[in-house]
């Protein structure tokens, strides 16, 4: 049964000879013009080819990178992502690219698709200006929302597109994405780990205050660690910590006390007078690091400690790793951390640009349960916020029920 919030989905409806506009999350890097990394893309070939399986004339839309709205910009066209769509859906050729979308530009019949050119393009998208949101949704009969990447962004072809479209709806993979972050937030197997990880406390304060009081254990490491050992008054060196973030990291602390939640903090710790290519990692115990010592991991028996909780665990929910892992003298940490979560008989879901770095530097992506498409999207959720496109989506189902068959 789903666990996600009330919205129609793809699979409700109907599609055959339907007009559907998919709003797909294809912002891939590129180099020398061509994809360099088509890593979004086949997570979204699953949804094309349901449509297009039944019957369906696909529109997809997409933004690619952050060209100036208003005018065509060659450096930012969807042309070599159509050139890859084309070879994932097993064409032999590009897809065609609709330049003059949402007002001109050839439709596809049923049973074929179009990708539109960059949606930021198109003055307006970016305001979620209502004409064009009209605009966009007289192209379809059924919206379907599938980028969750951009699903915490209240833009045009996301959520503005949602009020006007005849019907809408979620695509697999953002369903998907939901249910994931629904049953680790909302129906957790117990016990519920939380790992959070990064640089700073300052960009975390609400996801931190919204999983304590979810989780039964909360691990954090990198940056995060050395302003929560501050907090708890160990020494911390010359080490990043957040300085400003310390009395709340000494109010979380207290109220895990309160509220019988953990929180764990390293025990032992590697260090090094520098962060370098080169350096040479010290271990320490947390208690004796020293003046012009910087934290840069967490230590071999923290490490064997957190693969043991994470190994308990019936929910896992890891955002950031636990050590500068790019470094190999201080990647022993993150990596005993994602062999762990591989590992585990728990439900995982992982999500975040350096935790994904981290998982595929690692190899262990076969192992995690869910590995979130979204960064943004991804955190707000677990900060409790509610995303302005599945709110869209709510309202829409609500608005006019699931017209579906």
Not at 10 to 32: E, S
Not at 36 to 65: D, K, W, Y
């Amino acid at each position: 049964m789903p666990s996600g919030p009330a919205i129609a989905r793809m699979a409700d409806f109907d599609l055959a000879g339907r007009r559907v506009l998919v709003r797909a999350d294809l912002n891939v890097p590129l180099a020398a013009g061509k994809v360099a990394n088509a890593a979004r893309i086949r997570a979204s070939l699953p949804t094309f080819e349901q449509a297009l399986a039944a019957g369906a004339a696909v529109t997809v839309v997409s933004h690619l990178g952050r060209p100036a709205a208003g005018r065509f910009d060659p450096a930012f066209s969807m042309v070599p992502v159509a050139a890859r769509l084309g070879e994932g859906l097993g064409l032999g050729r590009s897809v065609p690219v609709a330049a003059g979308w949402p007002d001109e530009g050839p439709a596809p019949a049923p049973g074929k698709l179009a990708l539109a050119e960059n949606v930021r393009f198109l003055a307006g998208e970016t305001e979620n200006d209502e004409a064009l949101a009209r605009r966009m949704a007289a192209t379809c009969d059924v919206f379907v929302m599938d980028a969750f990447g951009t699903a915490h962004r209240a833009h045009a072809s996301t959520a503005g597109v949602v009020r006007h479209a005849p019907s809408a709806c979620a695509g697999p993979l953002l369903a998907a994405e939901l249910d994931a972050l629904g049953q680790a937030l909302h129906q957790p197997a117990r016990p519920v780990v939380a790992v959070v990880g990064g640089a700073k406390v300052a960009g975390k304060i609400e996801l931190l205050e919204n999983l304590a009081g979810k989780v039964d254990r909360l691990v954090v490491g990198g940056g995060i660690a050395n302003t929560f050992l501050a907090a708890a008054g160990l020494p911390v060196g010359s080490s990043l910590v957040d300085g400003e973030r310390v009395p709340f990291a000494a109010a979380l602390l207290a109220r895990a006390a309160v509220e019988g939640f953990e929180i764990v903090l390293p025990g032992d710790v590697v260090v090094a007078a520098k962060l370098s290519a080169d350096a040479t990692g010290v271990v320490k115990p947390a208690g004796e690091v020293g003046p012009a010592d910087m934290i840069l991991d967490i230590g071999p028996e923290s490490a064997g400690h957190l693969a043991r909780i994470v190994g308990e665990a019936g929910t896992i929910i890891w955002n950031g790793p636990v050590g500068v892992f790019e470094h190999r003298a201080f990647a022993a940490g993150t990596a005993r951390l994602a062999e762990a979560v591989a590992a585990s008989a728990g439900f995982s879901i992982a999500g975040g640009g350096d935790t994904l770095a981290a998982i595929d530097t690692f190899g262990v992506s076969a192992g995690v349960s869910r590995i979130s498409t979204g960064g943004g999207a991804f955190l707000e959720l677990l900060e409790g916020r509610k995303l302005p496109a599945v709110a869209e989506l709510e309202a829409a189902r609500a608005r006019t029920g699931v017209r579906t068959r």
